[in-house]
């Protein structure tokens, strides 16, 4: 089981930001795929989740209406798009998976002017 | 949203001390329980999932406790490589929530 990340991005506030994970090793439809984010120095925070079945998603309260999140079946791949970005938006975005599987590698996405 | 209270929020500690992380979740989650270990620059790494149940490839000095609302993370002997950041998350409900995280140090 692999989830491999897309690489660093940079932008500037208000600007959106579309991050991919490839998803390897196992049934894609399977399993929820969440997304989880972390400001640097600071904890964990989920961001939402989808189910690679139906395409249903869930998404924190703080980023409803910023966040959208889908997928692509056919390459196995899931994404989270951030909108309206800010520079308190700047940290590395994973993606996990449900059930016990490693997490992808991180995305370092930098929101300055 | 399920709150999870994480304690302490740092320790130090000496190789081969007995390290004890509690975490309490503000809802009956019953096993939901999964312990995170997590280093610098890394992506945080599955230690223990359904609340005693050790991942793959851990090892058994690890031990994870608990149900319903109270739930420990226990190192037997604590090691050089086990200095690191410890998270709890609970998976009852899609919307996953974190404890704040317990940052190991050596003393």
């Known amino acids: 089981v692999q989830l491999v990340q897309s690489g660093t991005e940079v932008k500037k506030p208000g600007a959106s930001v579309k991050v991919s994970c490839k998803a390897s090793?196992?049934?894609?439809?399977?399993?929820?795929l969440h997304w989880v984010r972390q400001a640097p120095g600071q904890g964990l925070e989920w961001v939402g989740c989808?189910?690679?079945?139906?395409?249903?998603?869930e998404y924190a309260q703080k980023f409803q209406g910023r966040v959208t999140m889908t997928r692509d079946t056919s390459m196995s791949t899931a994404y989270m798009e951030l909108s309206r970005l800010k520079s308190d938006d700047t940290a590395v975005y994973y993606c996990?998976?449900?059930?016990?599987?490693?997490w992808g590698q991180g995305t370092l996405v930098s929101v300055s002017s | 949203d399920i709150q999870m209270t994480q304690s302490p929020s740092s320790l130090s500690a000496s190789v081969g001390d007995r390290v004890t992380i509690t975490c309490r979740a503000s809802?009956?989650?019953?096993?939901?329980l999964n312990w995170y270990q997590q280093k610098p620059g890394k992506a945080p790494n599955l230690l223990i999932f359904?609340?005693?149940s050790l991942q793959s490839g851990v090892s058994s000095r690890f031990s994870g406790s608990g149900s319903g609302t109270d739930f420990t993370l226990t190192i037997s002997s604590l090691q050089r490589e086990d200095f690191a950041t410890y998270y709890c998350?609970?998976?009852?409900?899609?919307?996953?929530?974190f404890g704040q995280g317990t940052k190991v140090e050596i003393k």
């Open positions: 996990a998976r449900d059930g016990e599987a490693p």
């Open positions: 090793g196992y049934t894609f439809t399977a399993y929820y």
């Open positions: 989808i189910n690679p079945n139906s395409g249903g998603t």
């Open positions: 809802q009956n989650i019953r096993i939901y």
């Open positions: 359904a609340a005693s």
């Open positions: 998350q609970q998976s009852y409900s899609n919307l996953w929530t």
